[in-house]
């Protein structure tokens, strides 16, 4: 099917490459969060170093996203996490380091997941340069891009770096228009095949995924349009057994089709663990930060709806868990779609801000620290093993 042309110029679509930027006016960002805390700007500085030096190792961008300067958000600010601190307890708590590779690799973590059964999205097509492989799914140069690109039946389709993160360089693709050779985005906007075939050829060398467009359960489309919205649900695994630790939803919002917190009029929601209740759903970070009770599209009530088949989706990710038992700690990106569960993403280094933030608590309670030193524990007794039988060699 082809789209409409229309008479206005229509808007062009382009694939990010970075997170934009932000300028920080530390002076000013400093008088706002004093007013709010209804304290001195002096006293902020004091309780940021504090947390800085302290076991969180929060930096003050963080400080001020996580919204660590109002004194009734979190009821113990030292136990928040800043982003070095949560990728030293990322590496310590996944000692095996040799597992890595997996979780790093979207190609790769997906279908070993889809070894075993587990629900994925499956794959259209692989850009990876140069490769003479008689895979009908491989992609290996500019004119092979742009003819898999053309074709009409692949579409709606998502695309994505191989190995990127924060879904930098993602784009939905709803259809391919042959008389002006050119792509319409999810979001209604327009890029020429050509210009779309460079970006991907100039920015993401590394390989780029064509995966099928999915459709959320009717639940989340009424609240959200026709869009994935996944659920962070990270695990930890104690002897083996894992369970759900931190959960919450990301909502996308206006033009966005990922669901990322940092994309601009994206939400973000406070779930209850046991039932997939929604309890709080807020948008921004710090001084930008505003609570919402419905969505800003479809005015959808937000507070106290239930994500649909909530057991079933915290279960796919138990078992995922238990699969990959050499990684204690991984944070899933797990959607319900109009057909069940399914596994979007997986980290073995989440990112502990949007639980944090969503939750208004730390990560670094006792039950933690003490999951945290059982590893340290292990990760020695393993450092010890492997020297012996290096040993014995």
């Known amino acids: 099917m082809q789209i409409a042309l229309k008479r206005q110029a229509p808007a062009v679509a382009t694939i990010e490459t970075a997170k934009p930027a932000q300028d920080l006016q530390i002076n000013a960002v400093l008088q706002k969060m004093a007013a ?3 304290t001195s700007p002096l006293s902020i500085v004091r309780e940021y170093c504090s947390l800085a030096f302290g076991p969180g190792q929060v930096s003050f961008k963080e ?3 996580l919204r660590l300067f109002d004194r009734d958000y979190y009821p113990d600010k030292r136990t928040v996490v800043g982003w070095r601190k949560n990728r030293d307890l990322d590496l310590t708590i996944n000692y095996r380091h040799d597992w890595i590779g997996l979780f790093a690799n979207k190609i790769a973590s997906a279908s070993y997941l889809a070894a075993h059964g587990f629900p994925t999205i499956p794959v259209l097509g692989i850009y990876t340069e140069n490769l003479a492989s008689p895979s009908q799914h491989v992609i290996a140069n500019a004119e092979a891009l742009k003819a898999f690109l ?5 579409y709606p389709m998502f695309g994505k770096p191989i190995e990127g993160i924060q879904s930098i360089g993602s784009i939905g693709l709803a259809q391919y228009d042959s008389g002006e050779d050119r792509l319409e985005t999810i979001g209604g906007e327009n890029i020429l095949v050509d210009d779309f075939a460079s970006d991907v050829l100039n920015n993401f060398s590394q390989g780029y995924l064509f995966q099928k467009f999915l459709s959320p359960h009717p639940v989340i489309r009424e609240v959200c349009g026709n869009r994935l919205a996944t659920a962070r649900i990270v695990t930890l695994a104690r002897d083996g057994e894992p369970s759900v630790f931190r959960a919450c939803w990301k909502i996308p919002s206006g033009s966005n089709m990922a669901d990322n917190y940092w994309r601009p009029g994206n939400l973000l929601a406070q779930i209850d663990v046991t039932t997939g209740k929604v309890l709080r759903a807020m948008s921004g970070t710090g001084l930008e930060f505003a609570c919402h009770s419905e969505h800003p599209d479809t005015k ?5 709806m239930t994500l649909p088949r909530w057991d079933d989706l915290k279960q796919t990710a138990i078992e995922a868990a238990r699969l990959l038992r050499h990684m204690p700690l991984i944070g ?11 596994v979007v993403e997986m980290n073995y280094n989440p990112d502990f801000l949007l639980n944090q933030l969503a939750d208004g608590r730390g990560v670094l309670d006792a039950e933690f620290s003490a999951f945290v030193a059982e590893q340290k524990r292990k990760a020695a007794e393993r450092t010890k ?4 039988e290096i040993r014995q060699l």
């Open 63 to 65: 400080y001020m996203q």
């Open 332 to 342: 899933f990106d797990m959607a319900m779609s109009e057909t069940g569960p399914v």
């Open 385 to 388: 093993m492997i020297k012996r």
């Open 300 to 304: 959808a009530p937000l507070i106290g």
């Open 150 to 154: 053309r074709r009409p039946e692949h």
């Open 36 to 38: 709010v805390a209804a």
